[in-house]
């Protein structure tokens, strides 16, 4: 494949390197004159001298014959251009984008930049599950079938230890679907109850996080009223 | 008319006092809180007595954007000095706000123009000036040899 990769920071320097290794052909971009001539030294003719935002720099580096644009400058506005431009003008198939800051996700998805990839999301994402006090944890997420299945790891102050199964209020939508102990797992009964410790697997609409974390988590105090 | 301008440098803000002064309503979006000086020049009252808005934040920042007034705005200028920020929030502005005119301005000839085609309103300056500069020389060329001030120049 022929790749073009803009940026040629950590991300698209090792990015680049790896891929040329895979056998791939790559052009890397990057517009600061002092970082190319470091990048050069390694990556040689692989590397172009130039701002991508600039249409004749990507043509320059054969944009049109190109398989797949990579953008992962540190700019996000940058990456939204780049891509945008890769996919509707010189129609490449397949683009990434990095995003920078996630609260910018919004605007690649309203410009139908994707896939979009964030560093600091996917850091995040591996936080709430290496983390158990951080709480519930997506373990899947099936978008089309408005479905996903979550997992929560009972503490010691949740409200549901010590009670049976068959006597929690689940939220319409969710179906409790396995229990995690000691390592092992099993399918809960009714008559099952349970332990500070024990996770949780559930099935739910999109939406029933808050009900579910609300009924497994810990007891909050009245201040938000939820009790009544 | 209710105009939103983000980017508030020295075209910005020329264009922010212009439409006030003509009885729009105007509201101004800029990163940098200095920039508000620049919006009073000339003025002998400030901005804010004068109606006008003024907002501190950066303009792919939603918050910073509704603060401003972009859900009511009727038309919405882009003219931070970044041609990709000014190209990035004036889409925003016509397909999440569905702002019924929107203007950005693009430095780059090449972007501004594949944009313009994609149907953003797109002003780029310095197509403007090159061709102002082509025309003067070829006024000065039709003229016959250039005379001595311009030869001094």
Not at chain 1, 164 to 182: A, C, H, K, N, T
Not at chain 2, 12 to 30: I, P, Y
Request: glycine residues 10%.
């Amino acid at each position: 494949m022929y790749i073009i990769v803009i940026g040629a920071g950590k991300v698209g320097w090792n990015l680049a390197r790896e891929l040329l290794e895979k056998d791939h052909e790559v052009t890397l971009i990057e517009s600061d004159r002092r970082r190319y001539l470091t990048v050069e030294q390694e990556l040689e003719h692989n590397v172009s001298y130039g701002d991508a935002s600039e249409l004749w720099v990507l043509e320059r580096a054969g944009i049109q014959r190109a398989d797949m644009v990579i953008a992962v400058t540190g700019d996000d506005e940058d990456n939204i251009l780049i891509c945008q431009v890769a996919k509707q003008k010189y129609l490449v198939k397949q683009i990434i984008a990095r995003v920078n800051n996630p609260r910018n996700r919004q605007h690649f998805e309203l410009l139908d930049i994707k896939p979009s990839v964030s560093a600091t999301d996917l850091i995040l994402r591996l936080l709430e599950h290496e983390v158990p006090e951080y709480g519930l944890v997506h373990l899947l997420d099936l978008q089309e079938e408005q479905l996903e299945i979550i997992e929560m790891l009972l503490g010691k102050d949740s409200r549901v230890t010590g009670r049976r199964v068959g006597d929690l209020e689940m939220p319409e939508g969710s179906l409790l679907i396995s229990v995690l102990r000691s390592g092992k797992g099993f399918v809960p009964s009714a008559d099952t109850v349970l332990e500070e410790g024990d996770e949780i697997l559930a099935v739910l609409d999109p939406g029933k996080e808050d009900e579910l974390k609300r009924l497994f988590g810990p007891e909050v105090d009245g201040s938000n009223g939820s009790g009544g | 008319m209710f105009i939103l301008i983000v980017g508030c440098g020295r075209v910005g803000s020329s264009v922010a006092r212009a439409m006030l002064r003509e009885g729009h309503e105007v509201s101004c979006l800029d990163e940098d809180p200095e920039s508000h000086a620049r919006l009073e020049v000339g003025l002998e009252r400030s901005w804010e007595d004068l109606g006008g808005q003024f907002t501190v934040g950066a303009g792919l920042e939603t918050e910073a954007l509704v603060a401003a007034g972009i859900e009511k705005a009727d038309a919405f200028i882009a003219s931070t000095d970044g041609d990709n920020t000014n190209i990035v929030i004036a889409q925003i502005a016509q397909k999440r706000y569905e702002v019924p005119t929107v203007i950005a301005r693009v430095l780059d000839p090449l972007r501004a123009e594949w944009y313009q085609r994609q149907g953003l309103h797109t002003v780029c300056p310095t197509s403007v000036a090159i061709d102002m500069l082509e025309g003067a020389v070829r006024e000065a060329d039709a003229g016959g040899p250039p005379d001595g001030a311009a030869e001094a120049a």
